[in-house]
Nanobody, 124 residues
């Protein structure tokens, strides 16, 4: 049974930091592109950060320089460090996995596996 379990969500003030984690099981983790995908109210769902099987990282322009995605294949875990959070980044954040080359943005949603999501709320 494939499982992706997110943790670390919560409420934070604008300008603050938060770290999200994802624990994966039930598939060959090291062979999958991993992504953090967010769904904000009134906005398109988008992959904000991805990390490939070659450990290449990519970010949407809006988070570049503030977010850092990383993976630990020995532990089957994925992490997203979010700094200088903005109110507009309030959203449900999902970790997701896909065996094909991954790209950031709203255009690709067909990831093989998804976590349940974790709520991030950024307030003033």
């Amino acid at each position: 049974l494939v499982q992706l379990v997110e943790s670390g969500g919560g409420s934070v003030q604008a300008g603050g930091s938060l770290t999200l984690s994802c624990a994966a099981s039930g598939f060959i983790y090291s062979r999958y592109c991993m992504a953090w995908i967010r769904q904000a109210p009134g906005k398109e769902r988008e992959a904000v950060a991805t990390i490939s099987v070659q450990f290449r990282t990519a970010y949407v322009d809006s988070v570049k320089g503030r977010f850092t995605i990383s993976r630990d294949n020995a532990k089957n875990t994925l992490t997203l460090l979010m700094n200088s959070l903005e109110i507009e980044e309030t959203a449900v954040y999902y970790c997701a996995a896909d065996p094909t080359p991954c790209v950031v943005g709203p255009g690709y949603l067909n990831y093989d596996y998804w976590g349940q999501g974790t709520q991030v709320t950024v307030s003033s």
